[in-house]
């Protein structure tokens, strides 16, 4: 099988993985992204799976480990999720894997956004493509770190707040609720914002409560936000997708500019940066970084394992919303103050 680009980084001139994403995936073993396992085997595997992973979300995964130099799929010690295709009625869903793979690279090379490591990697017998992240809440010694999503923070449930309750919530609650449990606030929030806008950015409307997470680090004995993870742009396989997951706002607030546009702007962001405690000339700042760094999306997405028409796509979307962003109702020639 050739492969033009690190399945990883997605670096050109690798038939495999380059050696910094063998370290940061595989502890520098040469591991192949062809995967000694079938599609088939992986189904029989799943649906003999005594155990389910008790990560959120709708896609088929399973846990997998690395042993010698191979990957395996495992009921324990699993230091990996695999997904592979999502069958159903998701439009282009033979593009999931390499989506959130690309969105998740553009996240860290493009924007500056920790993200879980991750690969695409070809199951042996159709090299259909499955995604690869490897789990950033196993600790060296195999024990698990303490990681809590908002969800849990927040105490809601299914059973408490109904079924739609991983998305009943906004983005300022959850920076509240930041405020509460992280000692390095002033930090961390700023992070939250950069990856509440890159949500919005890349399209990705499933941004909810659950794909959002604090892990306690015990050298500091502080809860910090984890890693970025479940990045994908959304609407490639559901058009009629919300703009973002859950509301920006707390209190149905609304800024006067999305009144008038019925989109969020800078306007929008700015006011959300403020009321969760950013220095303005920060706020401004990173949205100005934001916007320079969408320039370089198009190199990452044509080097991705995405078709050409999901890469078109993808890209006018980001084009879009870069617009969305950079436009200043306060600063356009309809408004008066």
Not at 69 to 75: A, D, K, P, Q
Not at 157 to 176: L, M, P
Not at 199 to 222: C, E, R
Not at 262 to 283: A, C, K, L, Q, Y
């Amino acid at each position: 099988m050739n492969i033009e680009h690190c399945p990883s980084c997605l670096k050109p001139g690798f038939n495999g993985f380059c050696l910094p994403c063998r370290k940061q995936l595989f502890h520098g073993r040469r591991v192949s992204p062809l995967l000694p396992f079938s599609r088939p085997d992986y189904n029989i595997h799943k649906r003999d799976s005594v155990k389910r992973l008790s990560i959120s979300g709708v896609q088929s995964k399973h846990s997998v480990r690395l042993v010698g130099t191979e990957l395996s799929l495992t009921e324990e010690q699993g230091e990996f999720i695999l997904k592979p295709i999502m069958t159903g009625a998701l439009e282009h869903s033979d593009a999931m894997p390499a989506n959130e793979h690309v969105t998740m690279q553009l996240a860290s090379q493009i924007f500056g956004i920790t993200t879980a490591a991750c690969a695409v990697v070809f199951f042996s017998d159709d090299f259909s493509p499955a995604y690869l992240t490897r789990r950033f809440d196993i600790a060296p010694d195999k024990s698990r770190y303490q990681q809590e999503d908002f969800a849990q923070i927040a105490q809601v449930t299914e059973e408490t707040h109904g079924k739609n309750y991983k998305y009943d919530f906004s983005y300022e609650k959850i920076a509240h609720l930041m405020k509460r449990y992280v000692s390095t606030y002033a930090i961390e929030i700023e992070k939250f914002f950069r990856l509440v806008i890159f949500n919005y950015l890349v399209q990705n409307g499933d941004a909810h409560l659950k794909n959002f997470s604090l892990i306690k680090q015990p050298l500091i004995g502080s809860y910090l936000l984890t890693p970025a993870y479940d990045l994908l742009n959304t609407r490639i396989h559901l058009p009629n997708e919300t703009a973002m997951a859950l509301d920006l706002f707390d209190a149905e607030f609304e800024t006067e500019s999305y009144r008038v546009n019925g989109f969020h702007s800078r306007d929008d962001f700015t006011e959300f940066g403020r009321r969760i405690g950013i220095p303005e000339n920060r706020v401004h700042r990173i949205i100005e970084n934001l916007l320079a760094s969408g320039e370089k999306v198009d190199g990452l997405l044509n080097r991705s394992f995405l078709d050409a028409k999901s890469r078109t796509a993808y890209s006018a979307m980001v084009k879009e919303r870069l617009r969305a962003v950079g436009y200043s109702y306060k600063n356009s020639a309809h408004y008066s103050s």
